[in-house]
DNA sequence: GTCTCTGCAAACCGTTTGCAACGCA
DNA sequence: TGCGTTGCAAACGGTTTGCAGAGAC
């Protein structure tokens, strides 16, 4: 787990300009063990920055997902989440209100290595999610 | 893993009407042991029943998918392929051109269980795939 | 001063929706 | 004959692209 200094440090040594927007962006996303879809980053950011726009949003996010200094987290029916990166673990996901959790299981690296044992792929990753309803929704 | 015969029989019984439309898709998704796009499905209908429309493949692949007779797999970026259904099972993805195997290895519901302990979720699915590079892209 | 980055508008793409005409039962 | 289904066109929603002007260094 990097620090938002360290980030802005990689970005330095690319070259990459230090514009408000990418820094804010670093700030918010370095600071709260969360998951944000595209548009709720959007939406913080506009509270600090109202000229910001979405398009800034996407570009700086796929900019630092190629760094390696956020994943992003697909789940199901075209939707992604981004998360400051981390150690590998999987994710729960609530089916009604979206929200989403870490699980800190090991990697599956042994099922990765079935998987490639018995097919003609070279096996580069694999993707788990959990699909739930989490205690709030499941009040209601 | 029905025939399908038995599919029709299902349409019958819940009044659901056996149009050309429908015969003919179950009768591709039945026979061939493949994962189609709704697009792959339009293309190789539309050879044999040239005024078909996309619509109508989505109208009836969500219909199966609601009858459990399909199964669809959502393997990231809001891309979905369709299956016959049969046996739990997972798919290893090719990254360059999206070909798709079956691996048979036993359903995760132990790490299911793990999940459930240490969150607040009540789990009730889970989606794993494995991403990697197919022979045929590998030679390239 | 240079060249990357921003923000707007428009395009994209797989999928869904509204609806009038069609055709299965 | 009646109502479920089809197929067209338009909408949808998250994301990307093209591009002129702004601004980091």
Redesign the pocket.
Known sequence: MISGDMAIKI??KK????????LE?INILSQGNKHW???ELYHILNER?P?????????????FCELDIVK?I?FG?????YEWKKKDHYHIVCKLCGDMVDVWYPTLKEVEAVAESISKYKIRSHNLQFYGVCSQCEKQ
């Open positions: 970005l330095k070259n990459i300009r230090l514009t408000p927007q990418r962006l879809t595209a548009e920055m000229s910001v726009s979405i398009t800034t949003i996407y570009n700086n996010i796929n900019l992003e697909q029916e075209g939707l992604s989440k």
